[in-house]
């Protein structure tokens, strides 16, 4: 019997128990699909998050910490001056911005918002990846001068203000004193809508009560491979200047996302793994069920059996039908499920822009790697759960094949 002819008999018998074939084939259906599913479901989440953080990914913050000796002294301040050692012995740094912090009342008449007052300097909006709405950042002018402005968050512009729109040129009062918005920041998200950003002298001045205290220092490193050598070079700039011998003693942090980044997407990775070797266990239900249908199969046509083995069809020949059968069976149902699969995500990404910003940027993507890997499963499965009924009706003898009732 040739190849051709084996996978003719092979469809013929799926089309003469149709909805025993398709039941048989939904567990692998189902198991191909899901598998590929969640693998295009984790791949989105990662890229929708790195595509968030990665313009975010070459900054180094520091901020003051107490180190962990016991009994340690509180932290030491950050200064302006530590900036312009970062400023000069971090060749990396294309930007060391200076940011003082803290929480403060902002009110408009009778209305009040709790936000987080930030003054910093003319490069704060562009270094973070920050975008206006409407209106203009401060300059360097106005930071010099300690101009009574201010920039808002999105939060913050739609409690005090009807309208967000008209919030431009209007004033607002931070800590009994008044300043001019002159801007409006698209939402971040919290708790960066909250903030009420102003020139860093203007802060210190108005706010925070004067002095040379930072709360924390941004350091933009390009491109983004440098920042683990970056971070070093912050370290021991700040250990000298603090005389820190003991790291342990340290009394500041050097924080950066791109770390927290590389973990996330480790994580990420894994639970994608795991949700895919989940969905994978349907595959192997879907196995039990090709088994079962195989071993019905075998057994309706003994007679048939009997009758081919005494015409003269050989053990290969019954062992090639059976398992041809076998593998047709699993193969048709793993295209189906790379279809629903595949469908399914790009259903997914059409209309995850209906849902707004929350996940609009959400796109579910499909690997490759998963799709193969799946159909490749469930060609095994065929070939494994075909094996043994193929390989029973192969030794039966064709005496008590006929006469088999």
């Known amino acids: 019997m040739s190849l051709r002819e084996a996978f003719r008999i092979a469809l013929r018998g799926l089309r003469a128990h149709r909805l025993r074939s398709v039941l048989t084939m939904l567990g692998i259906i189902i198991g191909v699909a899901a598998v590929i599913l969640l693998v295009a479901i984790g791949n989105g989440v990662q890229s929708s998050v790195n595509a968030k953080i990665q313009p975010l990914a070459n900054l180094i913050t520091i901020v003051p910490s107490t180190g962990n000796v016991p009994g340690g002294g509180p932290p030491k301040n950050l200064i302006d001056d530590d900036v312009t050692a970062l400023q000069k012995e971090v060749p990396d740094a294309a930007a060391v911005i200076p940011a003082a912090t803290g929480q403060a009342l902002a009110e408009t008449g009778t209305t009040q918002f709790r936000s987080s007052v930030i003054g910093s300097t003319d490069r704060w909006l562009e270094v973070n990846n920050r975008d206006l709405q409407s209106g203009t950042f401060f300059d360097d002018a106005q930071v010099r001068s300690a101009a009574r402005v201010a920039v808002i968050g999105s939060a913050v512009a739609t409690t005090l203000f009807d309208d967000p729109a008209t919030a431009v040129g209007h004033t607002i009062r931070v800590n009994h004193q008044v300043f001019r918005v002159i801007g409006v920041m698209q939402s971040f998200g919290v708790p960066g809508d909250n903030d009420v950003v102003m020139p860093l ?26 920042v683990p050598a970056a971070e070093d070079q912050v370290t021991r700039t700040l250990s000298d200047r603090h005389r820190i011998q003991n790291s342990a003693q340290r009394d500041f942090e050097v924080q950066s996302l791109r770390s927290r980044l590389d973990t996330f997407n480790q994580v990420l990775s894994l639970l994608t793994l795991f949700t895919a070797a989940v969905a994978a266990i349907s595959l192997f239900v879907g196995s039990i069920g090709v088994l079962n249908i195989m071993l019905v199969s075998v057994t309706e046509r003994t007679r048939e059996i009997g009758v081919r083995k005494a015409i003269g069809a050989t053990r290969g020949a019954i062992l090639q039908q059976f398992l041809i059968e076998s593998v047709v069976l699993a193969g048709l149902g793993g295209l189906i499920g790379i279809v629903v699969g595949v469908g399914l995500s790009v259903l997914g990404a059409a209309i995850a822009p209906a849902f707004g910003s929350t996940v609009g940027t959400f796109a579910p993507a499909v690997s490759i790697p998963s799709v193969v890997l799946s159909f490749g499963i469930s060609i095994a499965i065929g070939l494994v759960a075909g094996g043994y009924p193929a390989n029973r009706a192969a030794r039966l003898r064709p005496v008590e094949a006929l006469r088999y009732e």
């Open 201 to 226: 002298n203007t802060a210190r001045r108005y706010v925070f009560g004067g002095g040379d205290k930072l709360n924390q220092i941004i350091v933009q490193v390009i491109p983004v491979t440098a």
